[in-house]
T-cell receptor, first 112, second 112 residues
Framework: EAQVTQNPRYLITVTGKKLTVTCSQN?????MSWYRQDPGLGLRQIYYSMNVEATDKGDVPEGYKVSRKEKRNFPLILESPSPNQTSLYFC???????????FGDGTRLSIL | RKEVEQDPGPFNVPEGATVAFNCTYSNSASQSFFWYRQDCRKEPKLLMS???SGNEDGRFTAQLNRASQYISLLIRDSKLSDSATYLCVSSGAVNSGYALNFGKGTSLLVTP
């Protein structure tokens, strides 16, 4: 089954404790992206990747890192999480940049 | 100014009604446009792509007006299951780094 898989689905952690949210797709898509969704602010793009070893900042990259060492994986790293990063996070992928995106189920992060 | 703007609603309509949403985009270089549907706390799912010639999928019709920079979605014969938030998306503008731009969404509630 074609899918985008994110882990974990839910995480409660504390300020400053490094965490990684994994994202994997099995559709051989070139374009991958991370978003956060907050009430009243909608979906905002954090980082995106056009292909392996090609990543770029979206609208709200501060406090986040990404890497794209393999085509299928695009982890989101929070080196020193802070409470303002409490949010619902989505990973998405598409064959190319202008194609419709497939979204993962989402990761709900709470930073205390 | 946000790249994509939508009326947040909510639009409350009775079953069987026809409802239309509009969305405006600010970057005239945008190349691709989509409508996504998002149920509460779930991932966005592609509803339909929007083409310059307009396109229809069952009860749903999408149109693009490049001159006025707006996109529309028409839902005919509304069903209870159409209740959701509808997200307008523009993408593919070289001068904005190919970022995807999501509107904040329009909330639709279809009532019996």
């Amino acid at each position: 089954e074609a899918q985008v898989t994110q882990n974990p689905r839910y995480l409660i952690t504390v300020t400053g404790k490094k965490l990684t949210v994994t994202c994997s797709q099995n559709m051989n898509h070139e374009y991958m992206s991370w978003y956060r969704q907050d009430p009243g602010l909608g979906l905002r793009q954090i980082y995106y990747s056009m292909n392996v070893e090609a990543t770029d900042k979206g609208d709200v990259p501060e406090g986040y890192k990404v890497s794209r060492k393999e085509k299928r994986n695009f982890p989101l790293i929070l080196e020193s999480p802070s409470p303002n990063q409490t949010s619902l996070y989505f990973c998405a992928s598409s064959l190319y940049v202008r194609q419709p995106q497939h979204f993962g189920d989402g990761t709900r992060l709470s930073i205390l | 100014r946000k790249e994509v703007e939508q009326d947040p609603g909510p639009f409350n309509v009775p079953e069987g009604a026809t409802v239309a949403f509009n969305c405006t985009y600010s970057n005239s270089a945008s190349q691709s446009f989509f409508w996504y549907r998002q149920d509460c706390r779930k991932e966005p799912k592609l509803l339909m792509s929007v083409y310059s010639s307009g396109n229809e999928d069952g009860r749903f019709t999408a149109q693009l007006n490049r001159a006025s920079q707006y996109i529309s979605l028409l839902i005919r014969d509304s069903k209870l299951s159409d209740s959701a938030t509808y997200l307008c998306v523009s993408s593919g503008a070289v001068n904005s780094g190919y970022a995807l731009n999501f509107g904040k969404g329009t909330s639709l509630l279809v009532t019996p």
